[in-house]
């Protein structure tokens, strides 16, 4: 039962995965369908998302992106999600 509960509370606080950064593409692509905004589908997500590492890390793309940065610089500029999303990191 402690490994089980410690094992979660490691995972929220980890690196977020692969699987996470897919599981956000399946997101966006559906609010972005819907016809939102980037930073409004980032918006929405961001505070569902089960890792808070890549929780943090969208609210701070959303924030860059607020202030004028461009989707692709905001993304770029936020090391876990370059490997990703860039095609130079």
Same mark, same amino acid.
């Given at each position: 039962?402690?490994?089980?509960? =410690? @094992?979660?509370? &490691? ?6 995965? /692969?699987? $996470?950064?897919? +599981? =956000?593409? #399946?997101? +966006?692509? !559906?609010? &972005?369908? !819907?016809? =939102?905004? =980037?930073?409004?589908? &980032? !918006? ?9 590492? &890549?929780?943090? %890390?969208?609210?701070?793309? %959303? !924030? $860059?992106? $607020? +202030?004028?940065?461009? /989707?692709? @610089? ?6 876990? #999600? ?8």
């Amino acid at each position: 039962m402690k490994i089980k509960f =410690l @094992e979660t509370i &490691l995972a929220k606080f980890s690196q977020p995965s /692969a699987m $996470d950064f897919y +599981v =956000l593409c #399946v997101q +966006v692509s !559906a609010f &972005l369908r !819907a016809g =939102l905004p =980037l930073n409004q589908a &980032l !918006a929405q997500i961001a505070p569902h998302q089960k890792n808070m590492q &890549l929780q943090k %890390i969208l609210k701070t793309i %959303i !924030a $860059d992106m $607020d +202030v004028g940065m461009s /989707a692709a @610089e905001s993304f770029c500029q936020a090391k876990t #999600v370059s490997q990703y999303f860039c095609s130079y990191h």
